[in-house]
């Protein structure tokens, strides 16, 4: 099935590529503050651990494979890294330095995640810095090589407060290291369909760089990738999403006191990412406030993409989504949307105008969307209040110079 991407230009898909990658750390800027509230902080660190152990292996070997940088050194553990939601670029400022293939180190001269986290206090600080930094880490390495470790050389808390860069680390590969096995949770999500879901290949005569082969880059410049290959970006971020928002809804039916909660916590988790999400790529598109805005918005919206996992087709003044793989994964997004569930599509499209609505009909599996105006402005849903919260629903990217690291 042709990738909704395709439909933007390669220019428009350099910009939105990072915003997806941004949209994707999000995820957890929304659905933690649920689960603090449902089980406490220190659960929540557990569902964050499980959320990400699960998810991270399986998008990491994917985005290798797409974008032909498979290997087992610390080079193809980085390039993971510039193509993660757990670290969108700039965002989370992660700066290399590779002393051999077995040895690089990093720094993050900006976190957004801790200056997210810092205001909350010093215990919230250590569960992301220390619980939850130490296992999931050595879970996305392990993808490329069970030999690898990420180890602390500082981090948060900070001492002095002002203290940066935010935190450095070492990645280290030797034999001597036990190997890292893969937590419970991905045993789980391995097993779903978005796990194995098959795109479109890149096409290598497209003009632009078709992969990332070759030297190892400091900040990657999307605008040099071909229009096939960003298209290829972009749905596997929307992946690495649906990914991670599986492996989230298993970590807290394992809590949860039955499934309605699970599913409530899951579905206030969308709802507060979906509508950030549509302000950002609403604005970095300069799309029109209006009810095409709306739509084009919609089509474009992790939600419903890619088209191969989530089928839906955008017409003139409406979206109609049919029975896919999505909903045969049970935990997808599109799952906890229908017609009596509808305030993740109304998050959507009020991100684009408030006085906008929708008016769904049909079953749950096979329902059709059609935007309104309202004369009333809707308030802003209280899902959406508490992701903007986080820096990154105001975060602006900046131009940066794409210059190969050479090894020391």
Not at 21 to 50: H, K, N, P, T, Y
Request: proline letters at 8%.
């Amino acid at each position: 099935m042709t990738s909704r991407f395709a439909t933007l230009t390669r220019e428009q898909l350099a910009v939105v590529v990072p915003e997806l990658l941004l949209i994707g750390q999000l995820i957890d800027r929304s659905g933690m503050a649920w689960c603090i509230s449902a089980f406490g902080r220190d659960v929540m660190g557990e569902i964050a651990i499980e959320e990400w152990a699960g998810a991270s292996p399986i998008y990491a070997k994917r985005m290798q494979r797409a974008l032909g940088f498979e290997g087992d050194d610390v080079v193809t553990i980085i390039k993971g890294l510039q193509l993660d939601i757990g670290a969108p670029p700039q965002f989370m400022d992660f700066r290399y330095t590779i002393r051999s293939p077995w040895h690089a180190e990093f720094r993050l001269d900006h976190c957004g995640a801790l200056l997210d986290v810092e205001p909350m206090g010093e215990d919230y600080v250590k569960v992301m810095c220390h619980d939850i930094e130490d296992p999931t880490f050595d879970a996305t390495a392990a993808a490329t090589n069970p030999k690898a470790q990420f180890r602390p050389i500082h981090r948060p808390p900070r001492v002095p407060a002002d203290r940066t860069p935010h935190c450095a680390w070492t990645i280290i590969i030797d034999e001597s290291h036990p190997e890292v096995e893969h937590l419970p949770p991905y045993h789980h999500v391995i097993t779903k369909h978005a796990a194995s879901l098959e795109l479109d290949p890149i096409d290598p005569t497209d003009e632009g760089r078709a992969d990332y082969s070759g030297p190892l880059l400091s900040d990657l410049d999307f605008g040099a990738f071909s229009h096939s290959a960003l298209v290829r970006i972009a749905d596997e971020v929307c992946v690495q999403m649906h990914l991670l928002s599986l492996s989230y809804a298993h970590a807290v039916r394992q809590r949860a006191t039955d499934e309605h909660q699970t599913r409530g916590i899951a579905r206030s988790c969308l709802v507060g990412l979906a509508g950030i999400a549509a302000e950002r790529l609403h604005r970095a598109l300069g799309l029109p406030a209006d009810e095409k805005g709306a739509l084009r918005t919609l089509e474009l919206h992790p939600l419903l993409n890619p088209a191969a996992y989530v089928d839906a087709d955008v017409a003139a003044d409406s979206v109609t989504v049919r029975p896919s793989l999505a909903h045969a994964d049970g935990d997808s997004w599109i799952t906890l949307v229908d017609p009596a569930n509808p305030a993740a599509l109304q998050a959507i499209v009020r991100a684009v105008d408030p006085h906008l609505d929708v008016d769904l009909t049909g079953p749950a599996d096979g329902w059709t969307a059609r935007v309104v105006r309202r004369e009333e402005p809707a308030r802003e849903a209280k899902e959406v209040e508490v992701t903007r919260f986080s820096a990154g629903a105001r975060f602006s990217f900046e131009p940066r110079r794409s210059l190969p690291i050479t090894p020391l």
